[in-house]
T-cell receptor, first 115, second 116 residues
Framework: NAGVMQNPRHLVRRRGQEARLRCSPMKGHSHVYWYRQLPEEGLKFMVY????????ESGMPKERFSAEFPKEGPSILRIQQVVRGDSAAYFC?????????????FGQGTRLTVV | AQKITQTQPGMFVQEKEAVTLDCTYD???????LFWYKQPSSGEMIFLIY????DQQNATEGRYSLNFQKARKSANLVISASQLGDSAMYFC?????????????WGLGTSLAVNP
């Protein structure tokens, strides 16, 4: 039973390029949360998605960032025209149903470096 | 607004001794959940323990226990019999149990070093 899978583990982009981060939730999980961890800081909530729906995007920057969770395939966090300040670890967590929070299953994260 | 405070940026403990990592929280929600996660140097986020605000007993998971004091709004993590492999960052987090959105609010973490 595979856990939450994130890829790539490490991603290097030049300023101005696009970054696509993928998250495949655990089997049977239809709820995904994305978090960002800046260096030396805790995680910050970005967005909460269910299949084909964005439920809460209150933590997403207003520009350049978008997220989706299609009916088929992984959830994608997309960052357009990356800047140095986007360098961070991005974590995805999944849960089986709405309102289930006894344990949030995290992926290993994607470390984005913008050069 | 919800907030998590971890006042200890770094802690040292001798191998085989117990250590307490502090966490205080602030919320106006009547129902909420409290979590502790471990982040080793490899970077992954490992779930350790969960406490629901209405749970009567303090949560325990092996060597981890959560000292939940609701009136004080504290949820300290106790690690007994520390091992070298416990050296890592430890994060306290909280979710509201109102509604279906279980997003987590995180503290800044405590770096624990276990000395041989």
């Amino acid at each position: 039973n595979a856990g939450v899978m994130q890829n790539p583990r490490h991603l290097v982009r030049r300023r101005g390029q696009e970054a696509r981060l993928r998250c495949s939730p655990m089997k049977g999980h239809s709820h995904v949360y994305w978090y960002r961890q800046l260096p030396e800081e805790g995680l910050k909530f970005m967005v909460y998605l269910q299949k084909e729906n964005i439920i809460d995007e209150s933590g997403m920057p207003k520009e350049r960032f978008s997220a989706e969770f299609p009916k088929e395939g992984p959830s994608i966090l997309r960052i357009q025209q990356v800047v140095r300040g986007d360098s961070a670890a991005y974590f995805c967590a999944s849960s089986p149903m709405a309102g289930d929070n006894t344990e949030a299953f995290f992926g290993q994260g994607t470390r984005l470096t913008v050069v | 607004a919800q907030k998590i405070t971890q006042t200890q940026p770094g802690m040292f403990v001798q191998e085989k001794e117990a250590v307490t990592l502090d966490c205080t929280y602030d919320t106006s929600d009547p129902s909420y959940g409290l979590f502790w996660y471990k982040q080793p140097s490899s970077g992954e986020m490992i779930f350790l323990i969960y406490q629901g605000s209405y749970d009567q007993q303090n949560a325990t998971e092996g060597r981890y226990s959560l000292n939940f004091q609701k009136a004080r709004k504290s949820a300290n993590l106790v690690i007994s019999a520390s091992q070298l492999g416990d050296s890592a960052m430890y994060f306290c987090a909280m979710s509201s149990n109102a509604g279906n959105n279980r997003k987590l609010i995180w503290g800044l973490g405590t770096s624990l070093a276990v000395n041989p």
